[in-house]
């Protein structure tokens, strides 16, 4: 078939229209655009990161892999789930650029700036599921500052386990004090919260609690029951939660005697970044007694943690203990601080 002049133009115009189609249809649907270090810009769409590679789609190169450490700005035009070293939950987020810097933006408006990416865990395009569990915690290891020629030693840590509906918490603390040669105190303490998320804020709660002291009185308390939670927020710069629970209640005394009761538990737990590489942190459980003895417990544990890598810190903590109406021979309060070192993962 021989095409004429006017054939053979409008047949090349429809080759040339179909092609910017078929070029067009290869472009992600939203754009997202990195600002490298050496100053280039790639645009394209964010996938996943993880261990510190972005997994980029481009329309020229297919899924490249960039190192976080040479990109100096994100912006997404898509929302990602995003989770934040030390972080136990994804959160949806976009990234913006503004003057060079990148800012998170969550579905609620709130703007934070993200100073070091490095502080970004884990980035994914698709809802992570509730299959995905999660592991993060801390330890911390440190010395008292008041008890003269004792040599006292002290630990305190978290483990958490989480998905995206289920959390469990691990907190555990120990103190031993010892004087020329002999273990004078000992005190043992841990506890177990159970989660279950109805929404963004609102969860169940089922906790449990075991402590031992030997030169107190009780010697042993252990609580358990449940109740409800709300997690006001958890973002990169702190968190806020409370809850409030019945328990069961018991307490053994060094006589051999022993009391059960109904009791009211409120928690609350609170942390913030102060600076850079200075964050503060609040954790409290009081125990009111029902009945007739109208008893309140409360156990409070607060620091200040300052940084020396992403995941070590030196760490000053006060612990505060107070019971209204102590046994015989008890005090009504009891306080300690300490400083040392804690490590994160």
Same mark, same amino acid.
């Given at each position: ?10 047949f090349f115009?429809?080759?040339r229209w ?5 070029l067009?249809a ?5 754009a997202?655009?990195? &600002? ?12 996943e990161m ?5 997994h980029? #789609?481009?329309?020229?190169g297919?899924?490249?892999q ?9 912006? #997404?035009? $898509? ?5 934040m ?11 913006? $650029?503004?003057g060079?810097k990148?800012w998170?933006l ?8 993200l ?30 500052t ?10 305190s840590? +978290? ?5 995206r ?8 603390? #120990?103190?031993y ?21 109805m ?7 089922g906790n449990?609690? &075991? ?9 042993e308390?252990?609580?358990?029951g449940?109740?409800?939670g709300y ?15 019945l328990?069961?209640? &018991? ?5 051999d005697?022993?009391? +059960?009761?109904m009791?009211l ?5 609170y942390? +913030? ?14 125990f ?7 008893? &309140?417990?409360?156990?409070?544990t ?14 000053? +903590?006060?612990d ?15 306080h300690?601080?300490?400083f ?6």
């Open positions: 078939m021989v095409l004429s002049v006017d054939s053979d133009s409008m115009r429809l080759l179909l092609s910017c189609c078929a067009l290869a472009l992600p649907v939203s997202d655009t990195l &600002w490298l270090t050496n100053n280039d810009i790639i645009r394209g769409e964010v996938k993880t261990d510190g590679k972005l980029f #789609t481009t329309p020229w297919g899924t490249v960039v190192d976080l450490r040479y990109v100096r700005a994100l912006e #997404t035009e $898509q929302l990602l789930w995003v989770r070293k030390g972080q136990n939950t994804f959160r949806l987020m976009k990234f913006d $650029q503004k060079g990148t998170m969550d579905n609620q408006g709130n703007e934070t700036e100073d070091d990416k490095q502080k970004l865990a884990r980035l994914l395009n698709n809802d992570p599921g509730e299959e995905q569990w999660l592991f993060s915690g801390h330890l911390n290891v440190g010395f008292d008041e008890r003269g020629d004792e040599d006292e030693f002290r630990t840590g +978290q483990l958490n386990i989480q998905d509906v289920n959390r469990n918490i691990i907190n555990w603390k #120990t103190y004090s010892r004087e020329d040669g002999q273990t004078n105190d000992r005190e043992f303490k841990i506890s177990y919260d159970y989660n279950r998320f929404d963004e804020h609102w969860y169940l709660l449990s609690l &075991w402590q031992y002291d030997n030169s107190e009185s009780p010697r308390t252990v609580a358990g449940g109740g409800m997690q006001f927020w958890d973002r990169p710069d702190g968190a806020l939660k409370m809850d409030i629970a328990n069961s209640l &018991w307490e053994n005394y060094p006589n005697s022993n009391e +059960q009761h009791a538990r409120w928690g609350v737990n942390s +913030q970044k102060l600076w850079d590489n200075l964050s503060f942190h609040h954790d409290w459980v009081l009111r007694r029902l009945g007739g003895k109208k008893q &309140w417990l409360l156990d409070t607060t620091g200040l943690r300052l940084s020396i890598t992403d995941n070590l810190w030196f760490n000053l +903590q006060l505060f203990d107070y019971d209204n109406k102590p046994a015989e021979e008890s005090y009504r309060s009891d300690s601080f300490s040392g070192l804690g490590y994160g993962w």
